[in-house]
């Protein structure tokens, strides 16, 4: 396995943690149940908080008032991040899967390297959570540019297969991806806030070893297959709700035709 460290424990107060812990369970029960339905509104929130965090470097870069920018980042971005969904989740699951293949290939074939070959976690820039993500998307690249020269035709098949064949069966089955990430995004919510919660009122705070993780993933596994068969079974009754309304129309239509026909012929 790649030598890198769990990630850093949060820096917030007892009370801010568990206010950010209840809201994560919240909103992540919302998507797990509904998120066929919270789909694009979930989306256009992600799209507009993008833009706030972008319409700085916007209003700077194309000489607008902040106002100004912020306002078409946050409209424009929310508005696209709506209309695009299908492609957006579809691209998420794609990079989902192919990071995940990425990951279990390098796991695989760099512990197998000279020592002074393999790619070495900075701990010191994984101080904060934004740090530590930079510092796993570096051993991932850097692990990549190692092994490129011997198995670079592996490299390209792990990440077509891992990433390329979701992508494309999530494209061509919206609602399976639909379905299929924001079930993801609720489950992790909720593993996460519950972490985060215990974390607080465990004696060993946040855990330090990796083993201390599995009860959580298997509580976001099990979530997240929960999540799938309610709301395809959801789905599925929508479409049978639909397709039953549509045929009680159509037998009304077409009671209608010969009655007003027979009175055209008198």
Not at 38 to 46: A, K, N, Q, T
Not at 89 to 110: H, P, Q, T
Not at 169 to 183: D, H, K, Q, V, Y
Request: hydrophobic share 55%; aromatic share 8%; with cysteine.
């Amino acid at each position: 396995m790649l030598d890198i460290t769990p990630p850093p424990p949060p820096p917030l107060t007892t009370p801010l943690a568990l206010g950010l812990a209840g809201l994560a369970v919240v909103l992540g029960g919302l998507m797990l149940l509904w998120g066929r339905v919270l789909s694009r509104p979930f989306l256009g929130i992600v799209g507009a908080g993008v833009g706030t965090l972008l319409a700085d470097s916007l209003a700077r870069q194309f000489g607008l008032p902040l106002v100004a920018a912020a306002m078409i980042a946050i409209l424009g971005l929310a508005l696209l991040a709506a209309v695009a969904a299908r492609l957006i989740w579809a691209l998420a699951g794609g990079a989902f899967f192919g990071l995940i293949a990425v990951w279990v290939f390098l796991s695989n074939r760099l512990p197998n390297l000279a020592p002074t070959s393999q790619p070495v976690f900075d701990t010191q820039t994984a101080a904060d959570w934004a740090g530590w993500f930079l510092a796993c998307w570096r051993v991932l690249v850097a692990g990549v540019n190692v092994l490129w020269a011997d198995h670079s035709i592996t490299i390209l098949w792990t990440i077509c297969l891992g990433g390329g064949v979701p992508l494309v069966i999530l494209l061509l089955l919206p609602r399976l991806g639909r379905i299929f990430m924001t079930g993801l995004i609720g489950a992790v919510s909720i593993a996460g806030g519950m972490l985060l919660a215990v974390s607080r009122f465990s004696r060993a705070g946040w855990p330090a070893a990796w083993p201390a993780y599995l009860t959580y993933v298997g509580i976001a596994a099990a979530m997240l297959t929960f999540a799938i068969a309610f709301q395809t079974s959801g789905e599925v009754a929508a479409q049978r709700a639909r397709k039953k309304e549509q045929d009680e129309s159509d037998d009304k239509d077409s009671d209608k035709k010969p009655a007003s026909k027979g009175r055209k012929d008198r």
